[in-house]
């Protein structure tokens, strides 16, 4: 017999799972969603995020997300250094496709090595006032160990969304992947400006990794689970779209938690990307994309 209260705490946790993961797909959503820089790379700084905010967590006491903020700016001059690289190396020659992804694999390996020379194959946990601690309303309870990371995501998600629709910089970053030559046309550098936008994907990753290591331990490889989540969230929201990425990753939060709830949690990975498989047979371009 399906109980209403389990069902009403499961739908709960996978809404709270999903702001998380939005955390996570934001990033994507902005380099291969904008930029059509396949970065198989990202989880692996957001991993390394978690790392940094679990060291200073350890030794200053700093809030994890705290440090999470903080880390951003220099996660930025990372991304925006990345980007030079790949596009002196790759894009200015027209080789991105095959040997970009090549080099985002090479780079993904490299961090979780550095990783595990560095701190080893441990997992680390965090501390802060809030983890163990939850609030109820009714009969949900809420661990504030994801209702925190969800406050956070929310916000992120609203900052990009209004930076990139409010400001002409946003606006460049939108419209470089749709007209370059527009965009070079009212003096703009597309170079430039996919710089810009790449450095700010992976600014969102130091955040997402101070989320992730918020809801749970963390060891070096552990980005490699979040790989095709957070591209499923992208191409089911919608390449490109801010608002149908985050609704995306509500949704396969919900759907995971339901099925690990009543189902199994090994069950919760084939069923989310079913989840994904479906709505792009009814709706190749996902749920906001340009038709």
Sequence with gaps: MLSLDLFANAVAAGILLGGF???????LAVSFGQLDIVNIAHPAFIV??????????????????LIGLLASPLFFLAGALVYRVYYAAFERTGQESLSGLAFFFGLMFVIEVVLILAYGVDYRLVTADYIGRSIRFADIELPLRLLVPFAVALALTG???????RTFTGRAILAVAQDRLALQLMGADPVRVK?????????????????????????????????????AIVVLGGMGSIGGMFIAALMLGVVESLVATFVGPSWSPAVSFGVLLLTLAIRPSGLYGRK
């Design 21 to 27: 993961y939005a955390a996570v797909a934001i990033g």
């Design 48 to 65: 390394a995020g978690s790392y940094i905010a679990w060291a200073l967590n350890r030794h200053l006491g700093l809030d994890p997300v």
């Design 159 to 165: 900052g990009i969304w209004l930076y990139l629709g």
């Design 195 to 231: 710089q810009l936008a790449f450095g700010l994907a992976i600014a969102t990753a130091a955040v997402a990794g101070a989320l992730l290591v918020v809801i749970g331990p963390v060891e070096p490889s552990l980005g490699r689970a979040y790989i095709g989540r957070a591209f």
